[in-house]
């Protein structure tokens, strides 16, 4: 019988990983920033149409406005931490990058605790260099 366990993925950080994982990173706090702006902009341009119009249903905009500015805020304060985080990655160290389901064959007599426990798939530079059974 096959079921299901977690299978935790790691990668050894190379100067390419870390490189590639910033450029990721980095690339997200843009779009996000962006976003942002558009919003921004977009926003306060409808707001001040809204307001001459109905004064009511502005005050609701502003304040839905103000949540989603202020979501791409925190998504903002988040990537930064991210990035100073993966800045200080040390070279050849693990890094927990995901985690995944994966299938255990089970067979009556073995060991339930030690079939559940999580696997490991520890990768360099996108090639697998070690799978771990702990």
Do not use: C, W
């Amino acid at each position: 019988m096959l079921i299901h366990r977690k299978v935790i993925v790691k990668t050894i950080v190379t100067e390419q990983f870390k490189m590639e994982l910033l450029a990721r990173l980095r690339k997200a706090q843009r779009e996000i920033e962006l976003s942002r702006q558009d919003l921004e902009l977009q926003g306060r341009k409808y707001l001040t149409e809204l307001q001459g119009k109905d004064p009511a249903r502005a005050d609701s905009f502003r304040q839905k406005l103000e949540r989603q500015l202020q979501k791409r805020d925190e998504l903002n304060a988040k990537l930064t931490a991210e990035i100073a985080a993966a800045e200080a990655l040390e070279l050849e160290s693990e890094y927990r990058q995901t985690d995944v389901d994966g299938l255990v064959e089970v067979h009556v007599g073995d060991n339930l605790n030690d079939k559940l426990v999580a696997a490991e798939i520890v990768a360099r530079d996108g090639l697998i260099v070690e799978i771990r059974n702990q």
